[in-house]
């Protein structure tokens, strides 16, 4: 797989769109391209990243290992977002581990060719700041929900999250398979209990499930119970 990040679209949907052209080719002529297979592992918890992945196409999710030995799933990346940023100002291992969900077309850039940016270019950095800044509002969100909200409350706050990052249709699935695990992995519940609920949510006509794909039926419902009421 080929590409020059200059011309690259999926740069305008994160922080690499504030690099000068210059910065770009530089960029291009150091990364490296690659597919990663369904199921194959981007980077695991205790690696040394140095660097940053820009996702060209797929999906990943993020997982942390719990004390019981469970995989319990932090967030999903998507095209055109970048993981791997702590890496540039921290010099510890990873704490967490990145797993595709289907097949993915990644490119990574080395840290020490982005640091060289972050030092000269002010809009990059701020730019890459503010990303960090909302994957930090974004884990103070997930560990209150965790807290205050019932399972039930965050399967509907997550399929309307699916619904808003995956819709690609009015009348057809998310864009995405999660298994029935995953789906449990993010919201903090046993699979027994997740399966229940998505059964519950399909009886009263809020989705309707085929495999692994769901359909969205009913988003004011789920609003609605997502909310408490």
């Given at each position: ?46 690696e ?97 929900d965790m ?9 509907a ?73």
């Amino acid at each position: 797989m080929s590409g020059k990040c200059e011309q690259c679209i999926i740069r305008q949907l994160n922080s690499l769109n504030e690099l000068s052209k210059d910065e770009l080719i530089r960029i291009s002529a150091c990364k490296t391209s690659q597919h990663v297979k369904r199921g194959d592992v981007l980077f695991d918890e205790g690696e040394y990243i140095n660097g940053v992945f820009c996702i060209k196409d797929g999906v990943c999710k993020v997982t942390k290992m719990s004390n019981n030995g469970r995989d319990q799933i932090v967030k999903l990346i998507k095209k055109g977002d970048l993981i791997g940023e702590r890496s540039l100002i921290s010099e510890e291992a990873s704490n967490l581990k990145a797993t595709a969900i289907n097949d993915m077309e990644v490119c990574f850039i080395p840290k020490e060719e982005i640091v060289k940016d972050l030092k000269k270019n002010h809009n990059f950095t701020m730019s890459m700041l503010k990303e960090l800044a909302s994957s930090l509002k974004e884990a103070d969100n997930v560990i209150v929900d965790m807290a205050q909200k019932t399972v039930k409350q965050r399967l509907a706050e997550t399929l309307l999250h699916l619904q808003q990052n995956y819709k690609t249709t009015e009348d057809g699935p998310l864009d995405i398979q999660l298994s029935r695990e995953d789906i449990a992995s993010i919201i903090g519940t046993a699979t027994e209990s997740a399966i229940r609920l998505l059964s519950t949510f399909k009886k009263e006509k809020l989705i309707n499930l085929k495999g692994k794909d769901i359909y969205i039926l009913d988003s004011k419902s789920l609003q609605r119970i997502a909310e408490g009421f």
